[in-house]
């Protein structure tokens, strides 16, 4: 308890410090400092609050314990013992959510997304399943209130995509969306199928924090650009102009292509951003790795390779594999209800950071 305390006492001392820096006419001219100390006080602040009426619970219990020691009178003994109770149980809550606040935040959460559809084995049922995905994010997305907006549109021969990349804004999409990326397999009938047989088809799908230039240290000399007249989907109406753009970053050989807009200007910003985006994945994947292997979320890795979850049709079921979650909702799901799965995939990833944070406290205790 008492390095709890210590720990919750330092965070109180720098929110105190912040709440000095933020009125200080120097940091108040250098409007990027003075921004991200707004978001630390800001950040801070839930914090201290609830730091504040923990501290005061445990001073609470601290009078009860001495009261129930000293005092003769049984029925004022029995009214401290029932306050004490409630004290301890409220101590129990306080401490099991401030070890979930305390738990290091993934600084890329509060960032745009690009998200990124591709049909995988199955043929034409893939890019149909691609669809169908597709159709359940932007179910879900505008549920959220976020803004969506097309990057690139590549159609199957029988509907869905083949691919499909789109840009979501809004607040702290990547921390709900990042659980998403990975193969996501569907077993159904194919509307192809004369049978009746069940066939297993998959998609991928990847979810990439948007990046900033800051994040990313693009030189524009690395970066190849080719235009060329866009085609199907998104593109019939442009095609006999070269608006469609490709970008090929020739030191990683990562090739983005974007060629929804009308505009060739439009069209070659969303690549550029996309470009940075992939970029700067690959850096966070790459720092990933670097972990040990004990110490990685088998939660949102971002292992664009690992299957993640069944959609089965004939069962009316959606599993997710990370965490043996079965559903039976798959209506529901398919159409943009997939909160109690993000929901769920969120504490199981809170739940493995608090037991590697137990088990490096403990380590260091030993």
């Not at 745009?112 to 159709?135: H, K, M, P, Q, W």
């Not at 969303?270 to 990685?296: G, H, M, N, P, T």
């Not at 690992?306 to 959606?318: D, L």
Request: hydrophobic share 35%.
């Amino acid at each position: 308890m008492s390095s709890l305390l210590e720990k919750l006492e330092s965070i109180k001392i720098r929110w105190d410090e912040v709440a000095q820096l933020i009125v200080d006419p120097e940091i108040i001219s250098d409007m990027d400092r003075y921004v991200k100390l707004n978001k630390e006080y800001s950040d801070l602040k839930e914090l201290v609050d609830v730091y504040l009426d923990y501290k005061n619970v445990i001073e609470n219990i601290s009078s009860s314990k001495e009261i129930l020691a000293n005092e003769q009178d049984p029925e004022f003994k029995e009214m401290a013992k029932l306050e004490l109770d409630e004290l301890e149980q409220r101590k129990e809550e306080l401490e099991a959510n401030i070890k979930v606040m305390l738990i290091p935040k993934d600084p890329n959460d509060t960032k745009n997304v690009i998200i990124e559809i591709r049909a995988g084995t199955g043929g034409d049922e893939a890019s149909i399943f691609a669809g169908d995905l597709y159709r359940m994010y932007i179910k879900f997305i505008e549920r959220k209130g976020w803004k969506h907006e097309l990057t690139t549109v590549n159609e199957g021969t029988s509907g869905g995509f083949k691919e499909v990349g789109f840009e979501v804004s809004g607040s702290n999409v990547y921390g709900v969306m990042k659980f998403e990326s990975g193969v996501h397999r569907v077993q159904r009938v194919p509307q192809t199928e004369t049978q009746g047989r069940v066939h297993t088809s998959a998609a991928s799908v990847a979810v990439l924090p948007e990046a900033d230039e800051v994040d990313v240290n693009l030189n524009m000399s690395d970066v190849k650009k080719d235009t060329y007249r866009s085609s199907g989907a998104g593109g019939q109406h442009v095609n006999k102009t070269e608006s469609a753009v490709r970008l090929t970053h020739v030191p990683t050989g990562v090739v983005v292509e974007c060629q929804d807009g009308r505009s060739q200007l439009k069209n070659y910003e969303k690549a550029l951003k996309v470009l940075r985006s992939r970029l700067y994945e690959q850096e966070v994947l790459k720092q990933e790795q670097e972990i040990a292997a004990d110490r990685k979320s088998q939660v949102s890795t971002g292992d664009r390779s690992a299957k993640i979850r069944t959609y089965n049709y004939p069962q009316g079921r959606v599993t997710d594999h990370r965490i043996n979650l079965t559903l039976y909702n798959l209506d529901g799901i398919i159409n943009g209800e997939i909160d109690e799965i993000i929901e769920a995939l969120r504490v199981a990833e809170n739940a493995e950071k608090l037991k590697v944070g137990f088990e490096d406290e403990n380590s260091v205790e030993g």
